[in-house]
């Protein structure tokens, strides 16, 4: 299975974009990249995902790089309630399992 | 409303007492998932049903058993041979293809005192 790499923390600013990056260099050529976010004390909720085109949906924006080894998920306009920790996941290759790593923990000020 | 619920939210049990959490989907997912989650951490997966009547071991299964008699329902029991249990459990489903959105329910926060 790919392996993944994101910050740990992140902050921004209300009203600002925001920009979580993440490494997913062994990634292979079929795998989708997955986002998912945590608010806290909740489960997790799906956010967006993609394969090699840029992504775009009403939650956020998927940029994956050309060769594949990292995407960024983009917030257009940070708001409080975006304050969570965001998980890049790669498809497992034993299953439909999402496997997480650590995440990014974004903190939003107002 | 189509989702999926688990029940009860906050769970209190005495250790070397096995506890069962529910889980219950009407979304029509084939596939269902347990996952633990321990504070300032990742999910972890305890198990995994695809389809109704099978289920695998994820990455941290012991002391747990599941069951999956019917499609809408994935009961987890934490037993008294799991010596950790006091964590945040997450169950999951899904249509059960790669690339499909998983929806989560909010977790079974359990104590063992």
């Known amino acids: 299975d790919a392996k993944t790499t994101q910050p740990n923390s992140m902050e921004s600013n209300e009203e600002e974009p925001v920009h979580l990056p993440c490494n997913h260099s062994t990634i292979s050529g079929t795998d989708y990249i997955h986002w998912y976010r945590q608010l806290p004390s909740q489960g997790p909720e799906y956010v967006i995902h993609g394969l090699t085109s840029n992504v775009n949906n009403r939650m956020a924006s998927l940029a994956i790089a050309e060769d594949r080894k990292s995407s960024t998920l983009i917030l257009h306009r940070a708001t409080l309630r975006d304050a969570a920790v965001y998980y890049c996941i790669p498809d497992n290759n034993a299953g439909n399992m999402l496997t997480f790593g650590g995440g990014t923990r974004l903190m939003v000020k107002p | 409303d189509g989702g999926i619920t688990q029940s009860p939210k906050y769970l209190f049990r005495k250790e070397g007492q096995n506890v069962t959490l529910s889980c219950e989907q009407n979304?029509?997912?084939?596939?269902m998932y347990w996952y633990r989650q321990d504070p300032g951490q990742g999910l972890r997966l305890i198990y995994y049903?695809?389809?109704?009547?099978?289920?695998q071991k994820g990455d941290i299964a012991e002391g747990y058993s599941v069951s999956r008699e019917k499609k809408e329902s994935f009961p987890l029991t934490v037993t008294s041979a799991q010596k950790n249990p006091t964590a945040f459990y997450l169950c999951?489903?899904?249509?059960?293809?790669?690339?499909?959105?998983?929806?989560f329910g909010q977790g079974t926060r359990l104590t063992v005192v």
């Open positions: 049903s695809q389809i109704v009547n099978d289920f």
């Open positions: 979304l029509n997912h084939d596939a």
């Open positions: 999951a489903s899904s249509v059960g293809a790669r690339n499909t959105e998983a929806f």
